[in-house]
């Protein structure tokens, strides 16, 4: 009986990750069309992208693992927007992607385990879209927030498994920043 119970609660917990990104989505969508006055096409990447980021984070909630599917048809958006959305040169994307990606590989070679392989991929596929500042500001939020929900789960003396999930923090940070500029 108690395993069904923690099933369900896990089914749950996914649905409302869904839809409260999705629900993030639509709208940083809609800041960009209405306040950052953007192009159609630049709102539907901007949908498309928090859409993909979403479906990361459900994965890694799920079953610990980023599909490498998602984190290339990030980086296609992240090609796409350079077409569609000026605000961040071709050059910065560039950068911001290997920055963001070398950061995090360092930091899992200094401190084995901080970060999956598919953190990893999905950072730099996510710098691509949101340029250097953004990804930077979203990176250190994310790591934050994590720090704290580690803090408070060791507070109540729950157990979670040897990592936790990175992918929804990302994904926080990413909302946050985004709304923000």
Do not use: Q
């Not at 369900?8 to 069309?33: E, I, P």
């Amino acid at each position: 009986m108690h395993l069904k119970k923690r099933e369900r609660r896990k089914k749950t917990s996914l649905a409302v990750a869904a839809l409260s990104g999705d629900g993030a989505a639509l709208l940083c969508a809609f800041f960009y069309r209405n306040i950052c006055r953007g192009t159609t096409a630049g709102t539907l990447l901007v949908f498309v992208f928090f859409c993909l980021v979403t479906a990361a984070s459900v994965s890694d909630l799920k079953c610990r693992k980023i599909s490498d599917r998602l984190c290339g048809l990030i980086l296609g958006i992240a090609v796409a927007a350079v077409f569609f959305m000026p605000g961040v040169t071709p050059l910065e994307r560039i950068l911001s992607a290997a920055a963001i990606g070398s950061l995090m590989l360092t930091a899992t070679l200094i401190l084995p385990g901080v970060f999956g392989g598919g953190d990893i991929k999905l950072m730099a596929a996510c710098g691509g879209f949101l340029g250097w500042e953004m990804i930077r500001d979203a990176f250190v939020t994310a790591v934050i927030a994590a720090a704290l929900a580690v803090f408070l789960l060791r507070v109540k003396e729950r157990e979670y498994r040897t990592g936790i999930a990175m992918a929804p923090f990302f994904e926080l940070g990413m909302v946050l920043h985004f709304l923000r500029n």
